[in-house]
């Protein structure tokens, strides 16, 4: 408990809470105790997307704190762009086309061997998924099997929220959910949470607005942008969506999950 109250939190999201630590670096401590697999893959991650050219913390040490898995991290001093869009919501055309830039340069990056493998991931999620009735569940898991692998180095959870802007230029954080696969789910999943996604706990209410009113322009720009750096199959996208937003169920965010089963419901209705 002496150790808990010495600690400073500076940020937080779902799966973790970020604190100062010593020498001017922070403490990426994971909410859940038995999440040391995820900082494992996610300190991997960071080393592979450190050769994409694109700015990212520097992974310094895996460490345990009041029994949850830590990774102690370069601090970045910045906001990250969902804040800043909050502030100044006229800076949404251009968070897009920065973040469109920004995704396409990491799907440069050939992911490490001990990533897992995108499919494999979304397949244990929508088992996972409670809220799933069994004919969704079905045809998410059949949609997938039709999918690639791929062998690129994939994010999983790329939004203005997980980007920072810092004096070096934009840096992506949150590696937690990184995998390797095919880049056009990566693309999926972002439009997915660019159209549903609920900001973290604790985001201002501004932030929350933005996201459901400037969504959709962000959206637009992000994916005008990738195109410009990497080629976007929008139809091989769109079969991504369904194992995507199913995943996204087992997240158990309440208010997104009538969005997400009214998507899948729809899509099951056309495949028929």
Known sequence: MA????????????EAEMFAWKDGTILRLMRGADSQHQNEMQFAALESARASGVRVPAALELTMVMGRPGLIMERIDGADYLTLMGKQPWLVLSVGSLSGRVHAKLHEVAAPDDLPPMREWLRRR??????LSQP????????LETLPDGDRLCHGDFHPGNVLRSAQGPVVIDW????RGDPDSDVARTKLLLRVGEPPPGSPFVVRVLARI????????YLQSY??????D??????????????????EIESEIPTLLNFLEGQLAASR
């Open 3 to 14: 150790q808990e109250q010495q600690l400073k939190k500076i940020a937080e999201g779902r």
């Open 126 to 131: 929508i088992e996972l998924a409670k809220e």
């Open 136 to 143: 969704l569940r079905r045809f998410a898991l059949d949609v």
């Open 176 to 179: 937690t959910a990184a995998a």
């Open 214 to 221: 400037g969504g959709r322009i962000l959206l637009w720009r």
């Open 227 to 232: 195109r410009r750096q990497r080629p976007l």
């Open 234 to 251: 929008m139809k091989v996208i769109a079969r991504w969506e369904v194992p995507i937003a199913a995943a996204r169920v087992s997240a």
